[in-house]
């Protein structure tokens, strides 16, 4: 077997066993979507289709999420010794990073993809065609994210630090990236660090095929937040989209140089831990 699927079957099967992490992650998108799809539609009264517009946001919002957190699945194997067990076996320390990388982009779509069936069933108007894109968008987010999380998860080397540095970094990025509010309505000092953010244009496309603004010429795309106007240079959504996947490329081969540096044999392994990452039986 190719070891980036072992990775992934191994993560996966992982994930699905903690079912209080499953539980946990829906729990939170389901509330997120119910709060602001309900709490916040006032907000988005001049928009043609609120509703959509919200949902849409926290389903990518969703998708970021998980996939930074995901990441420290590697401090787990690291903190367990199981990852001193793979370095030792005939496996290219490359081939480790991606298969964590791919597994916590297939993770993140999943639960993305559960999230928007729950989206249309609150409101959420998509066709089967647009359903299919906006998966294909949350998998190339899944990738862009998961790079991001492994470089933060193998710079931190632990989970308190990797905890407070994602936290450090997802706060922010979330609530200046247009899924919660409308890049439109946030203040002028703050753009910068909006159109620095990679989340920005994420939710710019998965937006722009959620409502099918594909007949909204330039200035409604920019009124709307799905555009965005840099001095007088247009970025479109599909723009943005390219942008995201230029930052993942990125973040992926930063994460899989450091990963590939890292010296693990200074890590203490946890007393009472397996190379699985579970507690060992007596």
Known sequence: MNPITAIVQRNLLNYVRSKGRVLGSLFMSMFMLVM?????????????????????????????????????????????????????????????????????????????????????VLGLRVGVL????????????????????????????????????????????????????????IPGFLLPIVYLNPLTYTTSIFRY???GAYTLDTKELVGQGMAFNLGGSIITPLMGLAITILIGAFFTVLCVRKFDRADFSTIKVAAGMRGGGAAAGR
């Open 36 to 120: 602001f799809s309900f709490l916040m539609r006032s907000s988005m009264s001049g928009l043609d289709a609120p509703m959509s517009y919200l949902i849409s946001g926290v389903i990518i919002m969703s998708v970021f999420q998980i996939s930074v957190n995901n990441s420290s699945d590697i401090l787990t194997d690291i903190a367990s010794g199981y990852m001193k067990e793979v370095l030792v076996s005939p496996i290219a320390r490359t081939q480790i990073s991606m298969g964590h990388i791919l597994s916590g982009a297939v993770i993140a779509t999943l639960q993305g993809i559960v999230t928007m069936i729950c989206g249309i």
């Open 209 to 211: 095929i959620a409502l």
């Open 130 to 185: 647009q359903i299919l894109l906006l998966a294909a968008v949350m998998l190339i987010a899944a990738m862009t994210f998961s790079a991001i999380g492994l470089f933060l998860a193998t710079v931190s080397r632990n989970s308190p630090s990797f905890q407070t540095i994602s936290s450090m970094i997802m706060m922010p990025l979330t609530f200046v990236s247009g899924a919660y509010i409308p890049t439109t309505m």
